[in-house]
């Protein structure tokens, strides 16, 4: 399997231990990233992203003779009292999401107390496995063989998971190179970026990770790797399947392609989601480049789209509309946009919403909308490319021109 396995336990330095022989043994195999404490792995799973396997040690000793690594690497001193130590491995499963098969290892019995919690996040890449008697220098080929037997089973049940390793990969060389390039031509590259931006009266922070984001994505559409791994996924086979289960979980899916969920600190952006009154909410499409002069200026005002939680209902309630129900799905109706699976609407997301740009169009006065978004926090945004085509799609409707039809004689003429 492509990757890299991190091997997280405090004994795999430690003398005639079988979990150094154990951690040895997998390094004659597998490119294995060997750490001894939870802040280091914690470090390793935000810097280096997607492994193959996460092998994991339950427990750890009360010695915090490695926190000063971890701050040297910048993952800094992570405060834990004897009261939560004893829960470190449990906390931090918790609190890191990553895409892989995790392999746990403890000297004690935790499927009772923790098993079910830990299944409900990771479903079947959690395997448990006791310390016990049996787990000796001596035996440690068995249980390499688990390990080996384990990460063979998920990645034959998880065939897509070489892309996302993939993915990763063609990341961290596309970065490296674009941020070796742009040192190069100036050692101030950064300042020089947002100062630029500074003066343009927009969102500096937001310009330079927009910016970098567009450079990474022209350097990720010419990876003949990655292009490879997705075409190959794409020629993969699978069943016809119309259940409710697929419809749930394709709902789930272009969902999260359509929305991300907003951080509590998360700065005002074009595309957020703002609840203006009760069961009513508006999308911001004020411009990027508008969005900090309108912010900051109370006198000014954000242009939004609204719509309300049963505006879907409402538009097929409509005889023009009823006829030809798919046209608004299809964002075929000129003056109507549709938005899938909204997760502001219904957990379930079976409900969608509907904008009519010759009725839904509004401005709110910036100090207005900032202070109703103090009481109605922003939940979530619509990512791109849907806002750019948001308002793309609205522009075009208010900008068309009419002009006179051509006459029947003339079309039948052109046709024959």
């Known amino acids: 399997m492509e990757g890299v396995v991190l091997f997280a336990d405090d004994h795999i330095y430690s003398e005639n231990r079988p979990e150094r022989a154990l951690f040895e043994s997998l390094r004659s195999d597998l490119p294995v990233l060997g750490v001894q404490s939870l802040e280091l792995a914690s470090k390793a799973v935000q810097s280096i992203g997607t492994f193959s396997a996460v092998v994991l040690d339950w427990q750890y000793s009360q010695d915090d003779s490695f926190e000063d690594i971890a701050e040297e690497l910048g993952a800094g001193k992570i405060s834990i009292t004897t009261a939560q130590k004893e829960d470190a491995a449990y906390d931090f499963l918790l609190t890191n999401n990553f895409y892989s098969l995790i392999y746990i290892f403890s000297e004690k019995d935790i499927e009772e107390t923790y098993g079910q919690a830990l299944r409900e996040k990771f479903g079947n890449r959690i395997i448990i496995e006791k310390k016990d008697e049996n787990f000796t220098t001596d035996r440690v080929s068995e249980f390499k063989k688990k390990i080996l037997q384990g990460i063979d089973e998920w990645k034959e049940s998880n065939k897509n998971l070489s892309l996302p390793l993939k993915w990763t990969v063609a990341i961290n060389e596309s970065i490296q190179q674009i941020f070796k390039e742009l040192s190069e031509a100036e050692k101030d590259w950064i300042l020089e970026i947002y100062k630029s ?25 010419q990876n003949a790797g990655l292009i490879e791994a997705l075409k190959n996924e794409g020629d993969r086979q699978i069943e016809t399947n119309d259940s409710d289960d697929k419809k749930k979980s394709l709902s789930k899916l272009f969902s999260r392609l359509h929305y991300s969920e907003l951080k509590p600190d998360a700065p005002l952006m074009t595309g957020d989601i703002c609840e203006i009154e009760d069961n009513v909410f508006g999308i911001i499409i004020t411009p990027e480049c508008d969005i900090k002069k309108v912010k900051t200026n109370k006198e000014l005002s954000f242009d939004l789209l609204k719509f309300s939680h049963n505006s879907l209902e409402e538009i097929l309630k409509l005889d023009h509309v009823k006829k030809n129900k798919k046209s608004i799905f299809f964002q075929v109706m000129q003056s109507l946009h549709f938005f899938p699976s909204l997760p502001l609407l219904s957990d379930d997301l079976n409900k969608g919403c509907v904008i009519d740009f010759t009725t839904d169009s509004i401005k709110i006065n910036s100090k207005t909308l900032q202070e109703r978004i103090k009481i109605r926090p922003r939940k979530f945004k619509v990512n791109s490319p849907f806002i750019q085509q948001l308002r793309q799609r609205y522009i075009s409707h208010l900008g068309r021109v009419g002009t006179p039809a051509v006459h029947t004689l003339v079309r039948d003429w052109n046709i024959n």
């Open 197 to 221: 931006a500074q003066g343009d009266g927009v969102d500096p922070e937001l310009f330079v990770i927009e910016l970098l984001q567009l450079i990474l994505s022209e350097s990720l559409v």
